[in-house]
């Protein structure tokens, strides 16, 4: 089993920038790969990042990709969102999750823990 708690979230005006950040515990964090999804109210869990359990491959989504970076250490058990010029349409609550044997990866069902997630809200 992996917990997953994020943290980092909240509201923000349109351009601006936040850290989301996700911490893990209950088996080595080095083992899994990581993603953050992101759902916004009445819409499904979309795809925003992923890495790899070295940290040495990254994908985003397209809708993201220049203005996102995920990033991770290995050593504090933790994976970040950094996310600068905020749109409104950034708005959901944003999810972190572990994939155990993936490199990193768009598909949400292929990760197997989840965290409670974290709401952003982009004000215009």
């Known amino acids: 089993q992996v917990q997953l708690v994020e943290s980092g979230g909240g509201l923000v005006k349109a351009g601006d920038s936040l850290r989301l950040s996700c911490t893990a515990s209950?088996?080595?964090?080095?083992?899994?790969?990581m993603g953050w999804f992101r759902q916004a109210p009445g819409k499904e869990r979309l795809f925003v990042a992923a890495?790899?359990?070295?940290?040495?491959?990254?994908y985003y989504a397209d809708s993201v990709k220049g203005r996102v970076t995920i990033s991770r250490d290995n050593a504090k058990n933790t994976v970040y969102l950094q996310m600068n010029s905020l749109k409104p349409e950034d708005t959901a609550v944003y999810y972190c999750?572990?994939?155990?044997?993936?490199?990193?990866?768009?598909?949400?069902?292929?990760?197997?823990?989840w965290g409670q997630g974290t709401q952003v809200t982009v004000s215009s």
């Open positions: 890495i790899s359990f070295s940290g040495g491959s990254t």
């Open positions: 999750a572990a994939d155990r044997y993936g490199g990193g990866s768009a598909t949400r069902e292929l990760y197997e823990y």
């Open positions: 209950g088996q080595p964090f080095n083992r899994y790969a």
